[in-house]
């Protein structure tokens, strides 16, 4: 147990081979651990409270592979992280809202960039929110 315990903590600030090595156990043991304590973790996640989302993309790997990442603007926490930067992302947010407490129409605000994709999704899928749409000189708010 007490090694569980060292594993999340250093989980949340160092990377897997760091880990590894300091502890001297295979990084194939770390992730097991880490997989069964956020498991654990996401079950419990409440996102009733949440009302204004921050969204943007940022690259994955040289190329063209992007991650989504969702946060509470209210507390900062990231709540969701989806693979690609398209309309099926605010899809998969929308889902994640419905199993932790929650429903679409309690999200009243995104911000996010001027993305096609985002725009048509929140639209879509968050039909009673409004975009503030990020510009490096100023916020444009729209309501939909």
């Known amino acids: 147990m007490l090694m569980e315990a ?3 903590f250093f989980a ?6 760091q880990i590894s090595e300091k502890l001297k156990i295979t990084d194939k043991r ?3 651990v880490v997989s069964h304590y956020v ?8 996102f009733s409270g949440i009302s204004a989302i921050d969204m943007d993309e940022t690259s994955r790997r040289k190329g063209h592979e992007y991650l989504t990442v969702f946060a509470d603007i209210d507390t900062g926490r990231i709540v969701h992280i989806y693979t690609g930067k398209d309309a099926l992302t605010l899809k998969s ?5 419905e199993n932790h407490n929650s429903s679409h129409e309690r999200i009243k605000n995104f911000c996010c960039d001027m993305s096609p994709a985002f725009i048509r999704g929140i639209y879509e899928h968050f039909p009673f929110a409004s975009i503030t ?3 490096s000189d ?4 729209i309501t939909g």
């Not at 949340?12 to 081979?17: H, K």
């Not at 498991?39 to 409440?46: H, M, P």
């Open 39 to 46: 498991s654990k973790a996401l079950k419990e996640v409440d």
């Open 133 to 135: 749409f990020e510009n």
């Open 30 to 32: 770390i992730w097991r």
């Open 138 to 141: 100023s916020y444009l708010p």
């Open 12 to 17: 949340q600030t160092m990377q897997i081979a």
């Open 6 to 8: 060292l594993i999340v």
């Open 93 to 97: 947010f929308a889902d994640s809202v």
